[in-house]
Structures are given as structure tokens and as C-alpha cells.
């Protein structure tokens, strides 16, 4: 059974845009959550994170919101980039129990086209 | 440049045959981690290091893999007798963790480029 969700394995947004990528979870343990980019041939580049006592965590273009009740992430990209295509990963771990290993969800590849 | 590396960053090899990978962590990062990532798939965890003890071990993580950090920097994983079904990309993770006050981690995951296995 898979505990971190994507459901959308891929997006097309026009650059400029907003691009959201959405993720849901399934343990109510996880209390600590991470976006990572990743292109071919290479691994996954780390993004932004956020933990539970939070609902939102912004840098730059890239924000994160948090929906605990929902069991529910988000990641919002705006402006969009060319170069911000790739695909992009929800993780997630129950950090505050000591365990660290991140469970992964399958990713959504993001196209932004010019 | 002073991110994680991994040698090979490719390795072909025939089914049966024995491989090891190599990773080279961020400097003075305690923890060492190895995920499996195939087609269309997340990474998948498979083993991690604090310092030189190995704490956790997936199921995924059969008895043809052994993994070892033998003084606490960098890390080896061994695949004997491989199957066509341990191709896959092999990616190493470090962070810095604080271990004082019950054992959470408190630092971000930083991962190599990998090691794409191919087993024909």
C-alpha cells in the first residue's frame, strides 16, 4: 500500500503560470514533508520542506502548504519556468519518532512550455 | 564541489555476476542512506548508517545485498549473484543529524547522482 500519493504522474502548465503538484498521505505518524526535483540521469535535487507544526512554508517561487487534516501537501510553483520541468517528488517521514528513512511518492513529471 | 558522489555512475553487468557501488557523502554528515529507484517508481529505502552502525535494514534489502560503512565516511553497497531484477538507479542520501534529546532528525536528505545497474 502506497502511503505517499501523487495521482497526477504528469502536468503542462504555460510558462509564467502556476504550476501546483499535489500529494497526499496516508500515516498520520508522518510529521515531516519534502519536495524534490529530479532530471534524467541524475538524482533527486532537494526542494523545499515543511514540517507539521506549519501550514505553509515559502522560498523563492516554490511554496508548500500543508493540510494536516486533509492529510493533504502542495506544492505551487510560480512563475513558471522552462527549466523547472522535471519530475517531482513528494516524500515524507515520522521524524519526531527517530525514524528517518523518507517514503517516496511516484512523482509527477511537470512540462512547462514556453 | 563538495555534494554527494557515486561510483560508477553506470555499471553493466551479466546475471550472476557480483557488483558494488561506492558512495562518498557530504563531509561530516553523520547519516548515510541507500534508496533503490526503478522505472516509474519513487525512490525506495534500502539501508541506513548512523556513523558506522548500520540502524535499519528493508525488507526490500535481501541477503544479496550487503551494505557497509566502515569508518563512518564513506559507504559500499554489494549486490552478489545478481538477477535481472536488481537493475534499477541506486542513490545514496547523507544529512546531519542531531541525535541529542530522543534521536530526531533535524536535517534535510541530500542524495548523489546515482549508480544505474543494468543486468543483462
Known amino acids: 500500500d502506497q502511503q505517499v500519493k501523487q495521482n497526477s504522474p504528469s502536468l503542462s502548465v504555460q510558462e509564467g503560470r502556476i504550476s501546483i503538484l499535489n500529494c497526499d498521505y496516508t500515516?498520520?505518524?508522518?510529521?515531516?514533508f519534502l519536495w524534490y526535483k529530479k532530471y534524467p540521469a541524475e538524482g533527486p535535487t532537494f526542494l523545499i520542506s515543511?514540517?507539521?507544526?506549519?501550514d505553509k512554508n515559502e522560498d523563492g517561487r516554490f511554496t508548500v502548504f500543508l493540510n494536516k487534516s486533509a492529510k493533504h501537501l502542495s506544492l505551487h510553483i510560480v512563475p513558471s519556468q522552462p527549466g523547472d520541468s522535471a519530475v517531482y517528488f513528494c516524500?515524507?517521514?515520522?521524524?519526531?519518532?527517530?525514524?528517518?528513512?523518507?517514503?517516496f511518492g511516484k512523482g509527477t513529471r511537470l512540462s512547462v512550455i514556453a | 564541489d563538495t555534494g554527494v558522489s557515486q561510483n560508477p555512475r553506470h555499471k553493466i553487468t551479466k546475471r550472476g555476476q557480483n557488483v558494488t557501488f561506492r558512495c562518498d557523502p557530504i563531509?561530516?554528515?553523520?547519516?548515510l542512506y541507500w534508496y533503490r529507484q526503478t522505472l516509474g517508481q519513487g525512490p525506495e529505502f534500502l539501508t541506513y548508517?548512523?556513523?558506522?552502525?548500520?540502524?535499519?535494514k528493508s525488507r526490500l534489502l535481501s541477503d544479496r545485498f550487503s551494505a557497509e560503512r566502515p569508518k563512518g565516511s564513506f559507504s559500499t553497497l554489494e549486490i552478489q549473484r545478481t538477477e535481472q531484477g536488481d537493475s534499477a538507479m541506486y542513490l545514496c542520501?547523507?544529512?546531519?543529524?542531531?541525535?541529542?534529546?530522543?534521536?530526531?532528525?533535524?536535517?534535510?536528505?541530500?542524495f548523489g547522482p546515482g549508480t544505474r545497474l543494468t543486468v543483462l
Open positions: 563531509s561530516e554528515h553523520n547519516r
Open positions: 500515516n498520520s505518524m508522518f510529521d515531516y
Open positions: 515543511i514540517s507539521s507544526i506549519k
Open positions: 548508517f548512523q556513523n558506522e552502525a548500520q540502524l535499519e
Open positions: 542520501a547523507s544529512s546531519s543529524t542531531d541525535i541529542s534529546g530522543g534521536g530526531s532528525s533535524t536535517d534535510t536528505q541530500y
Open positions: 516524500a515524507a517521514n515520522p521524524r519526531n519518532s527517530g525514524n528517518t528513512p523518507l517514503v
